[in-house]
């Protein structure tokens, strides 16, 4: 997701943080600050009130992400390839490269979330047993009744919250057709999206203006959101029935690791390959790209070789004739590759570009793009 950074890995998980995110965060201290706490804890020091909802909103932020890592770490226990987790204004959301394979799958991944937002609830409910003086009891207090809120909100049935998730695994193994059971799914998120608006729109004519464009902005999302989710699923059914020997460059230059980098710049205008393999006795010992010519000073072209900047062989993600289209599509979405090789008993046959998956998208799938 753009416009977000990142606060490092979980279990080789990327965790980011929209820059929305800060304005929700912003306003959930404001409220807490200024209206929940005073109206139901009132005496208390203004001081007190901030510290306090300071706190909350942190806990509320760690709550999230918990959410959304249960999911993430139930899906890579199922060989599902989550790249990311992005909180935002609206929560957090986990950023899948592949789907589940099953029904089964699906369920389990969707369900984790809740369950762990119904156990913090549980855990904040049990630590408000303790005497932890007025202000922790009514942190611990908030905490509950929003982790108990974001279970509920949740199992929502419309697609891609986890409701509608549970919703699809359903229909998934009823039909035996995920991309059947994701239409239908999406239709029902769609019609939910629609209802929420209503719902916005009457709040905003009741005056009560911040509830109700905050509810429209949800519909929105889940209008945005299932839209994404069917178009990505369409995207793995047309990829899917590829082979990489369907559309892989067969007419291909490769370069030697000797190459100085000033013949190197002529073999890309020549050429008009964005990534050379470069090979020594007919093996490939890695690749270099138009972005590594790039790094280095053109003063310098004339005395660096190619074996000084390529990716070495070690590092490539290579691929096999037989595999699909779709496992291109996973492995250079999920490392940000824009060309892989494809590469039989050592021997590069092939290349496989991000514009050969676009265009095979373009010719057989007219929603995709």
Not at 45 to 53: N, V
Not at 111 to 140: H, K, M, Q, R
Not at 322 to 347: C, H, I, Q, S
């Amino acid at each position: 997701m753009h416009n977000s950074f990142s606060l490092g890995r979980i279990k080789n998980i990327e965790i980011k943080i929209h820059f929305s995110w800060f304005l929700i965060l912003f306003l959930i201290v404001w409220s807490l600050a200024d209206f929940y706490f005073p109206t139901n804890y009132p005496g208390w020091t203004q001081f007190a009130y901030w510290l306090s909802g300071g706190i909350a909103a942190f806990l509320l932020f760690v709550s999230v992400l918990l959410h959304e890592l249960s999911h993430s770490l139930i899906g890579k226990r199922k060989n599902i390839i989550v790249k990311s987790i992005t909180l935002f204004v609206f929560g957090g959301v986990a950023e899948m490269v592949s789907e589940p394979k099953k029904p089964a799958d699906e369920f389990d991944m969707a369900i984790a979330g809740p369950v762990a937002s119904v156990i913090l609830a549980g855990i904040f409910w049990g630590i408000g047993i303790f005497e932890i003086g007025v202000a922790g009891a009514a942190i611990v207090n908030y905490l509950f009744l929003i982790n108990v809120i974001l279970a509920v909100f949740n199992l929502v049935p419309a697609f891609p919250l986890d409701g509608g998730r549970i919703f699809r695994s359903a229909l998934w193994a009823k039909y035996k057709d995920i991309e059947r059971a994701t239409r239908r799914a999406v239709g029902v998120s769609r019609f939910i999206a629609f209802l929420f608006t209503l719902w916005g729109i009457k709040m905003l004519l009741e005056n009560n203006f911040l509830s109700g464009a905050w509810i429209i902005l949800i519909s929105w999302f889940l209008l945005q959101a299932a839209g994404s989710s069917l178009k990505q699923q369409r995207m793995e059914e047309v990829l899917s029935h590829f082979s990489i020997a369907q559309i892989m460059e067969k007419d291909f230059k490769n370069v030697s690791p000797e190459t100085l980098l000033r013949d190197l710049a002529k073999d890309f205008l020549e050429y008009k390959q964005g990534g050379f393999p470069v090979e020594e006795n007919d093996h490939l010992v890695g690749i270099v790209t138009i972005e590594d010519l790039r790094r280095v000073p053109r003063t310098k072209w004339s005395k660096i070789k190619v074996s000084e900047i390529m990716t070495s062989a070690e590092k490539l993600l290579t691929l096999r004739s037989a595999d699909t289209a779709y496992d291109a599509f996973l492995k250079m979405a999920n490392n940000e590759f824009g060309r892989l090789p494809v590469v039989e008993n050592n021997k590069v046959v092939g290349l496989v570009t991000r514009n050969s998956i676009i265009l095979l998208l373009a010719v057989k799938c007219d929603k995709c793009i």
